[in-house]
């Protein structure tokens, strides 16, 4: 028996030994791996320009791609904290931007813009190019303007004009089709109700769309003036005369330079001098990825999309569901826990969704104050209605001049199609036990009964929107109440109103999350939250991913993303299916943006 307990003790010292070692080993190859990675680098030239093609429409953050087969595309917030590295990176001389895609909003030039202002502090130049600005829009100008020089393919089109918006309204084609809509919303201006209510704009949301585009206008003429070293009035007279050619509008000093897209880089080059070449920020991007971040204490938790309850399923067309309340909430908690982590920069970028997804992410933030987490808002070209709500409690509330905010109301409702089915001899038949399990049925309209307490549910989540509101900026409830009213508004308009805090971006807001955590400005350093996730890393979960899948996924992506079908399909999946929604407006035809 002795013999037997030792060999057992030498036995579990011999296990523990060589799992001992095996941590140790590990330790090693960590260690290893960690010198190995910083000392390779990222592998680019000595002498760099950075190239960026930002003409498509332009994710804020956690972008994942969508169908066909494609690697992440580079987001918003990818392209500031790159910009930022390549200021303090001694290769990088400068960056040739191509823009005149339409895909910028106003909002996201004010941040680009930014971003290049702090990239050229550090002794870089900055080129803009584009074939043409084909749209009236201004937020790809609005960027352009912060590059040193601007370039414009010889007799391309300068269509820079203004901004506009437009809305699609449904009631007419439910009257052909025996549809019912029935949509309940708080308030007079919650005009996400009435495209299926309405036949055209109500008094109430012309007003605030006018108010909108004039604000839009405003700003982004003044900010293009002061670029230019223009008056406004001469900036918006030269937009008066568009379409115009380049030559007319570099005459008139909105443009420096005609010339094509190889000049340019040839330019950039020549200047950053001998042996200088060009190199995608994607791929300095991925380069970055790949070294690891230490010391971390500023959280940067991003939230980008429409607002849905549970986990992230992603989207074959779309890429991304948007933001899942489980998985932003799982990541807030993470930030919370983190020692390290001294503030959180919670940045959003959405139209909102669902009230109880919006309500678990706004108490996960407010759970990390109280964890003595200060949590600063940097809101992104569109935080409204659960965008705002997830946001109302923040410490601090930073938004674009640009930004499309507030929508403070809700919506609820639903369209019934039991004449439609009549109509072309499709018969659907119910049964249920209870009066009302049906209720959300879209055979069948509400009963009074029914009608009767669904607008309670609106009154109920309605006020409570409204109390969270100002127990989170800190305001009067009547003066919430005044300004909420479903009413979409700008930035710089909504901080009049006392619920923004201050107009910036990204870099303002991290300004004030360092200042309230008692980090040093020198010695920020960010983690982002939550990782973004490549294509690959859910195509196996999604489909089999055979040529044949691919093929007619593509095929099929291809026919709904045309327009006219595009907007109807997202007019109808925007329709509430069951309870209480806050959901901004959908915008169409986003002129200027």
Known sequence: MIAFLRWLRSLFAGVFTGIARFVAFLIVVGVVVLIVSLARGDGLPSNIVLTADLRSSLPDSAARPALPLASRPVTLMDLIFALEAAGKDARIKGIVMKLGGGGISIAQAEEISTALSRFKSHGKFVIAQATAFNGPGMGDYLAATAADEIWVQPKSNFGVAGAGVGELFLKGLFEKIKAVPQMAKRSEYKSAADMYMEKDMTAPDREQLTRVVNSWYDTATGEVAKARKLSQAQVQAAFEASPQFAEEARDKGLLDRVGYDDDALGAATKRAGAGAKGVKISDYIKGRDDLPVLNANIAVIQASGEINDGTDQ????????????????????????????????????????????????????????????????????????????????????????????????????????????????????????????????????????????????????????????????????????????????????????????????????????????????SAVSFRVYPKPKGFFDNMERVFGGTETSLHALSTLQALVTLPAVENVVQAMHDAPRRGVELRAPGLLQLVGN
């Open 314 to 521: 992603g989207n074959l067309f779309t890429g991304s569901s948007g933001i899942a309340s489980d998985d932003l909430s799982a990541a807030i908690r993470q930030a919370t826990a983190d020692r390290d982590i001294k503030a959180i920069v919670f940045r959003v970028d959405s139209p909102g969704g669902s009230v109880t997804a919006s309500d678990q992410i706004l108490d996960a933030i407010k759970k990390a104050q109280a964890k003595g987490k200060p949590v600063v808002v940097s809101m992104g070209s569109v935080a409204a209605s659960g965008g705002y709500y997830v946001s109302a409690s923040a410490d601090r509330i930073v938004a674009e001049p640009g930004t499309l905010t507030g929508s403070i109301g809700v919506l609820t409702g639903k369209v019934s199609f039991g004449g439609t089915q009549d109509l072309i001899g499709v018969k659907l038949e119910q049964v249920a036990a209870g009066k009302n399990t049906l209720m959300d049925s879209p055979s069948q309209p509400f009963t009074d009964e029914q009608w009767a307490n669904l607008n309670h549910q609106a009154d109920v989540i309605y006020a409570d929107f409204l109390n969270k509101v100002s127990a989170g900026r800190k305001l009067p409830l009547e003066q919430v109440a005044d300004t909420a009213r479903g009413r979409v508004w700008t930035g710089a308009d909504l901080k009049s109103k006392g619920l923004v805090n201050d107009l910036g971006g990204f870099w303002t807001a991290a300004g004030l999350a360092a200042g309230l955590g008692k980090v040093e400005p």
